[in-house]
């Protein structure tokens, strides 16, 4: 029956409600029969007239009659004449009474219940409850009059006859409405029974139970929708009942009622129906338990039938839902109830609770609780406030956690100790996240990163090695390293919400990448493929977050969490003190962290420096922090024990109890060369450098590494030969003397000098340990040059003249700088470049082509290339003349590095540097002296002994990679002494190897550098050679040798077509065409410095003779690349070339055989006449009378062979026009016309009229016009 009357009612109100289908909480199949019939019957009701209202009433009314066996008219009469008198215009309104002054309740306000606006849903509320209490008002004073008015619906025996009809109504209506997936229908309809229940008292809470239950019934035949929206609006509908407050008001009325039991009993059988339901079950009774008084928690709801059986199985089934209403219902009673069960210990206490044995009982509950992802369980965050009641501050986190967790006691229910604090939160994470959900599923470690997610707000920095363990970092690596998997995306929100916790905390940015790092041994970057530990690192802002994190790397960096205490012994001296162990305890295996994880920490501490922007003085306390350690783990080790205190410096230092790696301590000594070689670099003023105040890195490094050599228990990591020892010690005493020297003043120039060199030996004496044995007579050298130097400065500042032997060190230097460049790293070749920049002035021209031979080296000789290459006379064409014998002995010297002695520096000579016999051998014999200029049998030894070691190959990359180097060298040079003669050497040397093909073939990098340095240092720059000094011989020769390069044409290799692949072809013409936009712009610079030299008129003879013969290959050959704008730019460039070739140009043109470059020409031909006609100065009388004498003559003989012998092609006809009507008009403009036609002989007018027409004879009547004019 009772589904027969919810069908009947569903029909009734089919044409009564505008979109109902979705509220209605009864899902039989008669609902999808009325659907459509809903829709369109709501949409008429908008429009319809009162008529059809009264008439859809009639049926309506006829029908209910009909289905219920009434058989008295009356009752179909008096609804209609209710209608007719009492309806409104609005849709849906019904009225109550036959009476005009009874209350309305207008049932149109179901419709915005279900909306998706909040606040559109509470006015709907609000207008509800209004209307249904005046109407429940009215009923209660006058019932009769209501049980004899119109009814929305037929009377049921539903337990609600205290109400009014609109209220059982609403009531049923509002049930059903809970169970609608429409929008938010069951927000807004759970909204609204909750604020009816709580108004109108007279609705009884048992009969609206009965009334839920029945209304949403779930039948056998309802669907998987159908039943989940039925089950659904039972949850919403009782949670209305929870949140009314009614219930907690039966409690207080009668202590006794059973309702509270039966309903916390309906909600548990509720809850068995479908896996989501649990969690909001137990959300429904703890909001009823919260509002209840602890008395009546203890006598209703856990004394609820079939509750303590629930808790009873929870642990067996793995029910997280009744751990979690019983956790709930513990912190508000604070007993220990017995009916909770084994759920929770017994007594209870949160260290008892998180122990792991407990922890561990309930591991099924942990791992069900999944069932609502991916949403986390409620029962986390009660989790989470229980092990971490309270936020710690992480700055009372770094001074003291107890101290912390008393400061904010007051949004804490207890007050925990800070080691089970700890204690808790290992247990938690090592049973529930390590054990029970990182092993386990996908969607478990999802979880588990959620929880931990969770934790984190509240987790003081010193418990995240703790949360960030061995196997959750692990299994972050795991999912990270694999794009493709399930889990990344969720990996990737964990680390990006880490990140975003750390925020610009140092502390924590501290404990989380030391805790990332020493879980995956400095790897964590690189195995995720990440910048996660990058990020944090580049984010130190403030001088104590770094030396936080220096801190820790170093407590890492010795093990310090493994490390045991040691007795300490008193040193016999009173300046330190050893903590000395036995011998068994230092040898027993101690294994320490890995050499990944120390080289990790090693690269790292310097490498916060990059980013880092700090005061100069903070900055500086903190690289003294990170040179203290890098030079205490990778030069020092203790002989006694792990731990030494220094009384001297007031400090301890330790190391690990396993020692460190020959490879680690190499790396502590390139970082701490690193370090040195940045703070080098930055500019220093001279001021500063005398200040009191100023802080040298370098200087605290010497002092620093002496205190520790002082002390006995300390020792060297490696033992020093007698040999590096004395190179040691005369390495500490020259830097002690620099730095007196440089803090005493003097010429600025000099203190940067003294500045340089102080950095160069502390790398050098870095390099000795480095590498004993093979920096000791670099070493030497260096003393020597930096002594030399003290008394040179002496010199300059007593005003004495230079002698010769004060100079000659310079080359010693700059020999004893390039053989430190082939083997040596970064920082020792940055040392080396900052002290060549300071002396870069005092470099002598042998220093000069001691590196610029360096550029010219070739493993293989000239002899040995292949014959058939059409490349071999590109060398020629800028090459240096050298005699054969020599070259052939310097080649198998760098070949086969068998002659030690023999060194040739006739190889460094120009062709026109052509020097003496006499001074040759002089300046051999000056380097033989001292046996520091064998650069060439240093490099032959380098290269064989690399040769040996790893093939031909090898040597050969070694030389280029030393030929970058000296070009570093050569470029500083060029910085800083743009203008000196010495340019044009480097220019020769550095243009020869660049034309040289092997150069390329060998490493397109050298080539490329080569040509970077000629193009921006020498070409193009702003400086150039000046003065007296420049040889003017040698400016022609590059000149000529310029301009055949330029007009040398393209040959392709004589091979087949299929050996010559189209890339190949590529780059001999890309090569090509570099070569020809070098030799240009090389021109050009060259004629630039002969313009400001002082050349003799032979010598000038000898520029018009290499640009005649440019001109002269111009009109011969046909394969000449040479442009007709090449040489415009020189003639405008220069012109007094273009005026002494004006003749020879007009000659070449008129003889020559190819046409088109003849008529390509006739532009330079009018280029020259305007310039000598318009030119000024000196030479201008001159270039017009040449003009006036031979030029015209010329001129003629020129314009009768272009109009006797016209092109056949039109552009070059036209070319041929525009020329001759250019010349006329020159010559027109200076008076020159008469003396024109004069010399034009009369076959050669004929012809001009024939084919120039009237551009001639305007030409010539405008002589005669002005001879008219001079007879008048």
């Known amino acids: 029956m009772g589904s027969k009357k919810r069908t009947s009612n569903l029909v009734a109100e089919a044409n009564e409600v505008v979109g109902v289908e979705e509220e209605n909480a009864v899902t039989n199949p008669i609902k999808k029969k009325m659907k459509k019939g809903k829709e369109k019957s709501g949409d008429r009701a908008g429009t319809n007239s009162i008529k059809s209202m009264e008439r859809k009433k009639e049926r309506k009314t006829v029908d209910k009659l009909r289905r219920h066996g009434a ?43 279900a909306s998706a606006d909040a606040s559109l849903r509470e006015a709907a509320v609000e207008r509800l409850v209004a209307e249904l209490q005046e109407v429940h008002r009215a009923y209660e004073g006058n019932k009769e009059l209501f049980e004899s008015g119109l009814k929305l619906e037929a009377e049921k025996d539903d337990g609600l006859k205290d109400c009014a009809p609109s209220v059982r109504y609403a009531i049923r209506r509002l049930v059903r409405g809970t169970s609608s997936s429409r929008e938010c229908a069951r927000q807004g309809f759970a909204l609204g029974l909750t604020l009816l229940i709580c108004t109108i008292s007279s609705i009884k809470v048992d009969s609206l139970l009965k009334l839920i239950v029945e209304t949403l019934e779930v039948s056998a035949s309802m669907k998987g929708e159908e039943v989940r929206d039925c089950l659904l609006g039972r949850l919403f509908s009782y949670g209305a009942l929870a949140r009314s407050g009614r219930l907690n008001g039966l409690c207080v009325s009668d202590p006794n009622t059973p309702v509270i039991k039966e309903f916390v009993s309906v909600l548990l059988t509720l809850s068995t129906k479908k896996s989501y339901l649990p969690e909001p079950a137990v959300t429904v009774i703890l909001e009823l338990a919260e509002k209840m008084q602890v008395e009546h928690v203890l006598n209703h709801i856990l004394e609820a039938p079939g509750l303590s059986e629930w808790f009873n199985d929870a642990v067996g089934a793995g029910n997280p839902d009744a751990l979690l209403l019983a956790l709930k219902v513990r912190e508000k009673v604070s007993v220990d109830s017995l009916n909770i069960g084994n759920i929770l210990p017994y007594p209870f206490s949160p260290t008892r609770f998180f122990s792991s044995d407990h922890l561990t009982l309930l591991t099924q509950c942990w791992k069900n609780s999944t069932s609502c992802q991916p949403r986390v369980h409620s029962v986390w965050p009660v989790m989470v406030n229980m092990i971490l009641p309270v936020m710690i501050s992480q700055a009372e986190d770094v001074v003291s956690a107890s101290n912390s967790l008393k400061k904010n006691r007051r949004n804490r229910k207890s007050s925990l100790p800070d080691e089970e604090i700890e204690k808790n939160v290992q247990n938690f994470c090592e049973v529930i996240i390590e054990g029970a959900l990182l092993t386990s599923s996908h969607d478990r470690k999802h979880l588990a990163l959620d929880v931990l997610l969770l934790l984190l707000p509240r987790l003081p920095a010193s418990l995240v090695p703790v949360v960030l363990s061995y196997k959750l970092v692990q299994g972050l690596m795991d999912i990270l390293s694999t794009k493709d998997s399930w889990l990344f995306k969720v990996a990737h929100h964990f680390i990006k919400g880490l990140s975003d916790w750390v925020g610009d905390d140092d502390v924590r940015r501290v404990a989380v990448i030391v805790a990332l790092q020493k879980h995956s041994n400095g790897k964590f970057d690189f195995i995720t493929k990440t910048k996660t530990v990058k990020a944090l690192l580049a984010d130190f802002k403030t001088e104590s977050g770094c030396m936080l994190f220096i801190q820790n790397l170093m407590n890492l960096f010795v093990d310090e969490g493994n490390a045991s205490d040691e007795p300490s012994d008193q040193s016999q001296t009173t300046d330190d003190n050893s903590e000395m162990g036995s011998l068994e305890d230092k040898d027993s295996g101690v294994m320490g962290i890995s050499d990944s994880l120390k080289s990790w920490i090693v690269e790292s501490m310097p490498s916060i420096l990059k980013s880092l922007k700090l005061e100069p003085e903070e900055k500086f306390r903190v690289q003294k922090e990170i040179l203290k350690f890098l030079a205490v783990q990778g030069l020092f080790s203790a002989s006694l024990g792990s731990e030494v205190t220094s009384f001297e410096l007031h400090e301890k230092f330790r190391w690990p109890k396993a020692a460190t790696s020959s490879a680690i301590c190499k790396m502590c000594i390139e970082q701490m060369q690193s370090l040195l070689a940045s703070v080098q670099k930055m500019d220093v003023s001279p001021v500063l450098l005398q200040s009191s105040e100023f802080s040298d890195l370098g200087s605290f490094f010497m002092q620093f590494l002496s205190t520790l050599r002082s002390i006995p228990s300390v020792s060297l990591f490696r033992v020093l030969s007698d040999e590096d020892e004395e190179a040691y010690q005369k390495l500490q005493t020259m830097e002690a003397s620099l730095y007196k020297q440089e803090r005493r003043g003097g010429p600025e120039d000099f203190m940067y000098k003294y500045h340089a060199l102080r950095y160069l030996l502390i790398q050098l004496l870095l390099q000795l340990l480095l590498h004993p044995a ?64 300071c002396f870069s002035y005092n470099v002598t021209h042998d220093g000069l ?26 060398d020629d064409l800028l090459d240096i003349e050298e005699d054969e014998d020599d070259d052939t002995d310097e080649a198998q010297t760098v070949e086969t590095g068998e002659s030690e002695e023999q060194t040739d520096d006739s190889e460094a000579v120009v062709e026109v540097d052509k020097e003496s016999p006499e001074e040759s051998d002089e300046s051999d014999d000056g380097m033989d002296d001292d046996a520091m200029f064998k650069m060439d049998t240093y490099l032959a030894q380098i290269f064989k002994e690399k040769k040996n070691q790893a093939g031909g190959e090898t040597a050969q990359s070694q030389l280029v990679l030393f030929k970058l180097r000296v070009l570093s060298l050569l470029e500083i040079y060029l910085q800083t002494n743009p203008g000196r003669p010495h340019v044009l050497t480097i220019y020769s040397y550095l243009a020869r190897a660049f034309v040289n093909p092997q150069t390329t073939e060998i490493s397109e990098q050298l080539g490329q550098r080569i040509w970077g340095i000629l193009n921006k240092k ?17 400016l022609v020769t590059l000149l000529e040798r310029n301009l055949k390069l330029a007009s040398r044409p393209f040959k392709k290799k004589k091979s087949s077509a299929a050996d010559q692949s189209k890339k190949k072809q590529s780059a001999a013409w890309k090569r090509h065409k570099m070569l020809g936009s070098l030799a240009q712009d090389s021109t050009f610079w060259i004629l630039k410095v002969i313009d400001a030299s002082n050349f ?59 046409e088109f470059r003849r008529v390509e020409a006739l532009e330079l031909v009018i280029e020259v006449l305007k310039s000598m006609i318009s030119s000024t100065g000196s030479d201008n009388k001159a270039a017009k009378k040449m003009v006036k004498t031979q030029g015209i003559q010329k001129l003629n003989v020129l314009i009768k062979e272009l109009v006797t012998n016209m092109p056949e092609k039109q552009s070059r006809q036209a070319d041929v026009r525009k020329f ?3 010349v006329f008009q020159t010559i027109s403009a200076n008076n020159l016309t008469k003396a024109f036609l004069k010399e034009l002989m009369p076959e050669a007018q004929t012809a001009c009229e024939s084919h120039l027409g009237e551009l001639f004879l305007n030409f010539k009547n405008g002589v005669q016009q002005q001879k008219v004019k001079d007879s008048a």
């Open 71 to 113: 058989s008295d008219a009356d009752a179909q009469e008096n609804p209609i004449m209710n209608l007719d008198s009492k309806v409104n215009e609005t849709r849906g309104q019904m009225v109550a009474s036959s009476g005009n002054a009874l209350p309305a309740f207008h049932i149109d306000v179901f419709k915005d219940l």
């Open 849 to 874: 082509l001691q590196m610029l031979r360096i550029i010219k080296r070739d493993l293989k000789p000239a002899r040995h290339r292949e014959a058939d290459s059409d490349d071999e006379d590109d």
């Open 1018 to 1034: 020498i070409v193009k720059s702003k400086e150039y050679p000046k003065g007296a000094d420049v040889d003017n011989v040698l």
């Open 774 to 837: 093979e920096f000791t007579e670099p070493v030497s050298e260096i003393i020597i040059c930096c002594k030399k130097a003290f008394v040179l400065s002496d010199v300059l500042e007593s005003g004495e003249d230079v002698s010769d032997s004060d100079v000659l060190w310079m080359d010693v230097l700059v020999d004893t700088l390039v053989s430190l460049l082939p083997q040596s790293s970064a920082p020792i070749r940055s040392a080396v470049e900052e002290v060549f920049r």
């Open 1096 to 1154: 003799s008129e032979d010598e000038r003879h000898s520029v018009f003779h290499a640009v005649k013969n440019l001109l002269t290959g111009y009109f011969c050959s046909k394969k000449c690349p040479i442009k007709s704008g090449f040489v415009r730019e020189i003639f405008r460039r220069r012109p007094w070339i273009a005026h002494n070739l004006f003749e020879f140009l007009v000659d070449q043109c008129s003889s020559s055989k190819l």
């Open 1220 to 1222: 001759c009507g250019k």
